[in-house]
Nanobody
């Protein structure tokens, strides 16, 4: 069974940093793309960043220059480093692995940024 487990969320002040982790199991981590989504209260879920199996990362415009994704193949874990966090980054962040047989989602981790 494929499982994704997020960690690293929390409450920070504006300008501070957090690093989210997405640890995978039950899947060949070396061949998958991993995505981070977020959903603020009352808003639609949006994709924030993704990293391909080759390690190429892409970001939505609102986080470019502040967020960065990386992956550790030995630990089957993808990371989202979030710097200079702002109140508008407040949301539940979800790890996602897209698959032809159906996407896999983690349970989410709350990130709250106070001004």
């Amino acid at each position: 069974q494929v499982r994704l487990k997020e960690s690293g969320g929390g409450l920070v002040q504006a300008g501070e940093s957090l690093r989210l982790s997405c640890t995978t199991s039950g899947i060949n981590f070396r061949i998958i793309t991993v995505r981070w989504y977020r959903q603020a209260t009352g808003e639609q879920r949006e994709m924030v960043a993704q990293i391909t199996s080759a390690g190429t990362a892409n970001y939505t415009d609102s986080v470019k220059g502040r967020f960065s994704m990386s992956r550790n193949y030995a630990r089957n874990t993808a990371y989202l480093q979030m710097n200079d966090l702002q109140p508008e980054d407040t949301a539940v962040y979800y790890c996602n692995v897209p698959r032809n047989t159906g996407d896999v989602w983690g349970q989410g981790t709350q990130v709250t940024v106070s001004s």
